[in-house]
T-cell receptor, first 114, second 112 residues
Framework: EAGVAQSPRYKIIEKRQSVAFWCNPISGHATLYWYQQILGQGPKLLIQ????????DSQLPKDRFSAERLKGVDSTLKIQPAKLEDSAVYLC????????????FGQGTRLTVV | GQQVMQIPQYQHVQEGEDFTTYCNSSTTLSNIQWYKQRPGGHPVFLIQLVKSGEVKKQKRLTFQFGEAKKNSSLHITATQTTDVGTYFCAGPGYNQGGKLIFGQGTELSVKP
């Protein structure tokens, strides 16, 4: 079974530039999560989708971050414009159902904003 | 909103010693999940507990879910160098829309 795919693995951008991350969840998984993990901290939930609907985006800085899940499968997370404090690993995860099953994580995208 | 706290933040042990990390949620959880993240890696699922007071074991690891479903613990007996990493608890709270919220983790280092 293929895992959660994310790209790119690494990205370096200058502040005020824009960047996009892509995630392909495990086939058949209805729930998709985007997390931000700053070095030394736990993953912080940015947005959670159930199929192509948003379950929660209360922690998403909507003035600069946006996310969509096309046709309930792939998802993209965009930052525009980036700030220095956005430097982090962005993790995508998926699970079969919303409440009761484990989340499978991708390798993550390490973003450095200079 | 729902908050999940873990203590301690760091734990350094000698190989062979035991290790315990504690997890507390501000809200009642529908279940508690534990993940392990190796340095440079991504979180990997270890186990899920669902029932109040539930205890599960995986070899040297013992997981417990509190009676009130607001706290949990992970205990490792006789640590090995392969246990190195950060252990996270995570849980969806009741009436929280199923949000999977992570604690800040406990980083375990094991000295051979």
């Amino acid at each position: 079974e293929a895992g959660v795919a994310q790209s790119p693995r690494y990205k370096i951008i200058e502040k005020r530039q824009s960047v996009a991350f892509w995630c392909n969840p495990i086939s058949g998984h209805a729930t998709l999560y985007w997390y931000q993990q700053i070095l030394g901290q736990g993953p912080k939930l940015l947005i959670q989708f159930q199929n192509n609907g948003v379950v929660d985006d209360s922690q998403l800085p909507k003035d600069r971050f946006s996310a969509e899940r096309l046709k309930g499968v792939d998802s993209t997370l965009k930052i525009q414009p980036a700030k220095l404090e956005d430097s982090a690993v962005y993790l995508c995860a998926s699970s079969l159902e919303q409440l009761s099953t484990e989340a499978f994580f991708g390798q993550g995208t390490r973003l450095t904003v200079v | 909103g729902q908050q999940v706290m873990q203590i301690p933040q760091y734990q350094h042990v000698q190989e062979g010693e035991d290790f315990t990390t504690y997890c507390n949620s501000s809200t009642t959880l529908s279940n508690i999940q534990w993940y392990k993240q190796r340095p440079g890696g991504h979180p990997v699922f270890l186990i899920q507990l669902v029932k109040s007071g539930e205890v599960k074991k995986q070899k040297r690891l013992t997981f417990q879910f509190g009676e009130a479903k607001k706290n949990s613990s992970l205990h490792i007996t006789a640590t090995q160098t392969t246990d190195v990493g950060t252990y996270f608890c995570a849980g969806p709270g009741y009436n929280q829309g199923g949000k999977l919220i992570f604690g800040q983790g406990t980083e375990l280092s094991v000295k051979p």
